[in-house]
C-alpha cells in the first residue's frame, strides 16, 4: 500500500508523522496503543509527542482506516482496519436477514489484553429477532 496515496484518497492531509504512524499500525501483526506507537517512534528517533499520536488515531478512526478496541480501564488498542469475515442475523420469526461485521475483534483484544490468550477462531451463534417483529409483537 502507497501510504500517501491511501492517505490522500481518504481526503486526509499528508504529514510525516501521519506517513509513520500508519505505518507502524499497518506493519504491526497486533493491535498496538498510542504509547507502543510513540516508543517505536522515539526508536526510529522522530519526535512526535502522545497528544499528536492520539488526534492522528482519532482522525483514523473517524476515516474508517483503523480500529479502536476498548480493552477496560480507559485503555484502548488500535489496528488497521480490515474487510472481515461478516455473520449472517437472521429473525426467528420472519427470516429476514442482515450481515453484520463480526463482532469478535473487540472481544479478542479484551482477552488478549487481560490474560494473554490469543483467540485462534471462534464460532459465533446468535439468534436474533427484527425490530419489525418486536414492534408487531407488543403492539
Known sequence: MNREIYLREKGIKVTKSRMLIL?????????????EIL????????????????RCLELFEQ??????FDIGEGKYDFRLKE??????LECSLCNKT????????QVEQLIKSKTGFVILEH?????????????SKHS
Open 83 to 88: 474487510n472481515g469475515h461478516k455473520h449472517l
Open 98 to 105: 442482515i450481515e453484520v461485521d463480526c463482532p469478535m475483534h
Open 63 to 68: 476515516k474508517e482506516i483503523i480500529e479502536k
Open 39 to 54: 516508543k517505536i517512534c522515539k526508536e526510529q528517533n522522530f519526535n512526535v509527542n502522545l497528544s499528536t499520536i492520539y
Open 123 to 135: 464460532d459465533l451463534k446468535m439468534k436474533a429477532v427484527c425490530e419489525e417483529c418486536i414492534k
Open 23 to 35: 505505518e507502524i499500525i499497518s506493519k504491526s501483526s497486533e493491535a498496538v496503543d498510542a504509547n
